[in-house]
């Protein structure tokens, strides 16, 4: 197969999406909200319209980041997960100015034919995707940073061929599909220029972000899929120690487990709703989670009057029974002083 550059690729702007487009909600993700998109778009905008800006500080797949983005929002989305923030900058910060979706469908076919090779991404996909496929993720993730290295991919452009091969990875592992195919599908494609995405953590992003909204979906305790989500990162980082194309190294995911224990959760929740700076405060705990519903009452009751929507929905629980109660907190927030 031809190489990219030696196709003749024509600069088409953001097409219209087509069918075989994947969305935030397709993600394989812990505490996906795609089935509880319409729970949580019903009670915000009840309680905050009309809504002009929402900041989501626990981003994750994306899904309700970008399903208030397609709204008509300006969204700040924010993940400490690498792979998490790759993604959310493919779908949130692409327009008909920095990607060339045309381009990227033939680079996208041209990588999915890779044969396979080695090296150090290939070594650690393995354990999870077998030797085969490890090996095609590894050709084209450095196909990928050889491409950009080239000038051949806009900075974004490369985002959304790396968000393409995650997703990929993402279902080779949530499916263990055998043999050595993976198919590269991209991203749904908006046209936004006005949104903002963090790889930081949330404690920190929250005292220089302002926004109308601030939307809250911490981890409820011990991340499930450790092993996974990390193989997700390295993907994004392209097998390196560094964030690719950022020039540093990725930020710690120690923040992380202070959402694990209730005490250490509790304080972190504490400094969040204490440093918000926003008219309405959402926060998504379900009733897996390790914080008391009455200690989070409690909490918000230091900057405002709060109120709690309930959902009882068909997603087993953690331990394996039962059905899981989906909370989500509001809270009018009293200005800061």
């Known amino acids: 197969m031809r190489p990219p550059d030696e196709l003749k690729l024509i600069y088409l702007g953001c097409a219209a999406p087509e069918a075989d487009d994947f ?11 795609a089935g509880l998109l319409s729970f949580l ?20 797949s994306g899904t309700v980041a970008v399903h208030f983005a397609e709204a008509g929002a300006r969204v700040i989305a924010n993940d400490l997960r690498y792979s998490s923030y790759l993604t959310n900058c493919a779908f949130l910060l692409s ?21 396979a090779r080695p090296g150090p991404l290939a070594r650690r996909s393995t354990p999870l995707l077998g030797p085969e496929l490890a090996g095609k993720v590894q050709a084209c993730r450095t196909a990928i940073g050889e491409l950009r290295a080239g000038g051949r991919l806009t ?16 279902r080779a592992t949530d499916s263990r599909q055998k043999g050595g195919r993976l198919p590269l599908r991209l991203p749904r494609l908006g046209n936004y220029r006005d949104n903002a995405v963090f790889n930081r953590d949330a404690r920190q992003l929250i005292r220089e972000v302002e926004a109308e909204v601030v939307y809250l979906d911490p981890p409820l305790g011990q991340e499930p899929e450790a092993d996974r989500l990390a193989l997700l990162d390295e993907v994004a980082r392209g097998g390196s120690g560094g964030a690719a194309g950022q020039g540093r190294l990725a ?25 918000a700076r926003c008219r309405h405060l959402f926060l998504s705990y379900s009733s897996e989670g390790v914080i008391p519903n009455r200690t989070i009452w409690d909490l918000l009751k230091t900057r405002g009057r709060p109120e709690c929507f309930e959902l ?18 509001y809270c009018a927030l009293q200005p800061l002083s």
């Not at 969305?23 to 909200?33: A, Q």
């Not at 009882?312 to 989500?328: D, N």
């Open 155 to 170: 900075e974004q452009e490369e985002r959304v061929l790396v968000a393409a091969l995650l997703q990929a990875v993402d």
């Open 251 to 275: 930020p710690s995911l120690a923040p992380l487990d202070d959402w694990a224990e209730a005490e250490r959760a509790t304080r972190a929740l504490a400094d969040l709703i204490a440093r």
């Open 312 to 329: 009882e929905h068909g997603a087993a629980s953690a331990a394996g029974s039962g059905r899981v109660t989906e909370r989500l907190f």
């Open 95 to 115: 327009h008909a100015g920095n990607v060339d979706k045309g381009k990227l469908r033939q680079i996208a076919t041209y990588l999915a034919a890779l044969p």
């Open 41 to 60: 778009d019903r009670v915000v905008r009840a309680k905050a319209h009309p809504l002009t800006s929402i900041a989501d500080l626990f981003a994750g």
């Open 23 to 33: 969305t935030p909600s397709e993600r394989s993700y812990p505490g996906n909200k």
